[in-house]
């Protein structure tokens, strides 16, 4: 007696969750035109192990912006626009992936692909404000502080971190790790030399 296997099974995914990352798009820089890879490969079989029925893959959730396509016939996933990680509400997209068999819209099996987008270093620090004036009375001690410029950088991680420097002519002024302007020399902040006093506060990226 011969058994004979029926269509009675929907497609199977390898995997619940299939795993890749990809760095933002660089300014002005196309999409790359490669797949992601992902870990483990994304693969779905018809478990009609006999029939192996032909499948196609669509991306059913996740993709409101319209970020990433996939090839239908291979489950390949590619991207369809340049990243910003700096505009995304989230580092992390969760997509939704149907397999569906081609003589069957009804068998259907799901996965999820977890796409995580890297930083890259691209924005520099800015300050909160362009230009700083403001009237500081002589005869202040040493360590005095003065006020605290703030600058930010949209990057995020490792790539966000910078210290600041100052550019002082004077010499009377110092400044703090976290922006402050202290007064470190007062014998050379007298109003009888000067009257006033130009000072260049800016950034510097730190090395990784």
């Known amino acids: 007696m011969r058994v004979r296997d029926v269509d009675d099974l929907p497609p199977r995914f390898s995997a619940p969750v ?4 990809v ?8 999409p790359s035109k490669d797949a992601l890879t992902f870990s483990p490969a994304v693969l779905a079989k018809d478990q009609d192990i006999q029939l192996k029925a032909t499948l196609t893959y669509s991306i059913t959730g ?21 990243l910003d990680r700096e505009t995304l509400d ?14 069957s819209d009804l068998k259907t099996g799901t996965t999820s692909l977890e796409i995580e987008v890297i930083d890259i270093n691209d924005n520099k620090p800015e ?6 004036n403001m009237t500081v009375i002589e005869n202040l001690p040493v360590g005095f502080r003065i006020m605290q410029f703030t600058a930010l950088d949209r990057d995020s991680g490792e790539n966000a971190r910078f210290h600041y420097k100052l550019d002082d002519p004077s010499g009377a002024f110092g400044l703090e790790g976290d922006g402050s302007l202290v007064l470190s020399r007062p014998e050379r902040f007298d109003r009888e030399m000067m009257d006033k006093v130009m000072l260049c506060p800016f950034y510097s990226i730190l090395p990784l």
């Open 62 to 82: 996740g993709n409101d912006m319209q970020y990433f396509r996939v090839d239908p016939r291979t489950a390949e996933v590619f991207l369809t626009k340049a």
């Open 127 to 132: 300050f909160e404000v362009e230009q700083y």
């Open 23 to 30: 760095e933002e798009s660089r300014p002005g820089a196309l």
């Open 90 to 103: 989230t580092g992390r997209f969760l997509l939704e992936l149907t397999a569906r068999q081609s003589n």
């Open 18 to 21: 299939y795993r890749a990352s």
